[in-house]
C-alpha cells in the first residue's frame, strides 16, 4: 500500500508539472493500474477483496479516459490477470513469493487455497466483463453526447447577427455538408402567411444560390410527409432501396412503410445516390426541408437521423431571432427615415420656403423701401443660422456613435465645445473623475443623452451659460446639465415617475435613462433656470444591455 500511494503522489505531481496529458502518459498510467491490483492481492491474506475493490476503479478510468471497447479490453485483461494469479496460488507459487519476501511463514489455512475454483473464478470473470460493458457502454453514450452537444456549440457559436440571414444559413449548411461528407445541399422554405416558397442550393465552398421559382417547386420539395427527418438510397436503376429507407416522426421513432412520392419528385430534378432530409420550422411563420445529398452517414443510420432532428431544433431558434431581428432592423430603419423625412420637411423645407418668400418680399421692396433691407438680411440671416444648426442636430442623431469607456469623457467634453461655438452660449464641462469603467451601450446612452439636453437648451431655455458635470458616488454614475434660462413650468425638485404622471419634461430624455435603468431628477426654477441630473448604477448587470441594444 506504501508503494500505491507514492504512486498516486508521483502521477498527481506529473500531471501538476505537465502542461498536457499524452495518451502514452495516460496508457502507461492505466496499465499500472491494472497490474497493481494483481501484485497487491499476492501480499493480501484474500486476494479476491482487494481484487475486485481496485478493478472497480480501474474500469472506471477506462471508460472516464475513453469508451467502449478501451473498457472492455481493461475487463478482459483484468480476468486474465485473475486467472493467472489464481493459477499461481493453485501451484503454491505465490505462497513461496509471500514467505520470501515477507519472511511469515504462512499456514496454508492463511492462503485463499481455493482461488482457482472454477465456479468461482467464472462468476468473478463474468461479473467483470459485464461490469466493463456497463460501465463502458454508459462511457461511450456520454461520449457521444459530448460530441453532439459540441457539434450544436461550434455551430451556434458561428451564427453571426452581422452576416445577416442569408450569411448565417450559409455557415451553417456549410458546416453541416462538412460533418455528413455531403456533395450538396437543396433548403427549400415557405412562407406560411404568403404560401411562397423559396429554394436554395449549396456546394462544398461554393456561395449560397437562390434558384429562379417555379409553380411546382412545392410539389417538387415540400410534398406532405409522415416523417420529420428521413435517409434514403437508390441502386444503379434508380429505384429507392427499402431496406435502405428510414424515416422518423416528430419523436424520433421509426415509421414504417414510408411513401416515396416526395423522395421519387426530388430525384427528377436533383439525381442523388443517397439522400438525408429533415424538417424545420421557424415561428408561425416558416417551415421548409434540408436536403442532404449523398451524404456519408454512420452504420447507425437511425442515431444520425436523430442527431441531424436535434441539430436542426437547437439552431433552428437562433437563425429565428437573425430572421427576427434582421426584420426589425428594417421597420427600425423605415421608421428612422420617415422621422428624418419628416423633420426636414417641418424643419428645413418650410423654413428654406419661407426664407424664400421674404427674399422675394425684399426685392420688392428693395427700391421703394430701401431703410429695411438690412434688418430683414439680418433676420434672414439668423434664420438661416438657425436651421443650419438644426440640420446638424438632426445629421449628430442620425450619425451611430462609436463611444465606449475610453472615449466618452473626450466626447462629452468635445460636444460641449462645440455646443459653445456653434451657439455663442458659454458652456463648460467638469469631470471629477479620470478613468472609468463603464459598459458601450451605457457609454453611447449618455452620450446621446448630454446631445439631447444641449439641442432644448438651445432650443427653449434662453440660457446665458451651460455648465455640464460628470462624476460617481455611492456605486452610481452622476451626469448633470444645468442653466440659467427660462426653466421648465414647474417648479421644485421632480423625479422621473412624477415627470410621468404629469406629463412633462423631456420625453426623449427620460425614456433614453430608462434603457439604461437610470434615476432622472430635475430641478426647475421659472425664469432662473433647470438642472438636470441623471443617475446610473454602475453595476453592469443592472442595466438592460439587450434591450438597449436593440
Known sequence: MAFYMAQSVVILWLLRRRQESTSSFRLMVHAADVIWPALISIFAFRQASSFFLFLVFVLAAAAYRWGLWETIGTAVAAVLLLWVESLLFHLGFVHWVNRLVTGYHLSPLNVDVDGFDPKRLVMRSVYLLVMGLLLGYLAEQQKQLRAERGVITRVLAGIRVETGLAGTLQDILNDVMAMYGARQVVLASQELNSHRTFVAESFPGSLFRWLEPSPGDQEIYLSPSPSEACFAARDAAGRILANKLIGLDQQGSRIRNI????????????????????????????WGRIYLLDAQLTSDTEEELRFLQELTRQIGPAVYNVYLLRRLRQRAGAVERARFARELHDGAVQSLIAVEMQVDVLKRQSSTKPALLPDELGRIQQLLREEVLKLRELMQQMKSLDVDSRKLLGFLSDTVERFQRETGIPARFYSEIGELDMPQFVCREVARIVQEALVNVRKHSQARQVIVRFGASHGMWNVSIEDDGRGFSFSGRVSDVELEKLGKGPAVIRERVRLINGELTIESIPGSGARLEIRVPQRKEAAKEETAGV
Open 259 to 286: 411513401p416515396t412520392d416526395f423522395l421519387e419528385k426530388f430525384a427528377a430534378k436533383h439525381p442523388f445516390d443517397s439522400l438525408a432530409t429533415v424538417s424545420f420550422t421557424f415561428g408561425h411563420e416558416w
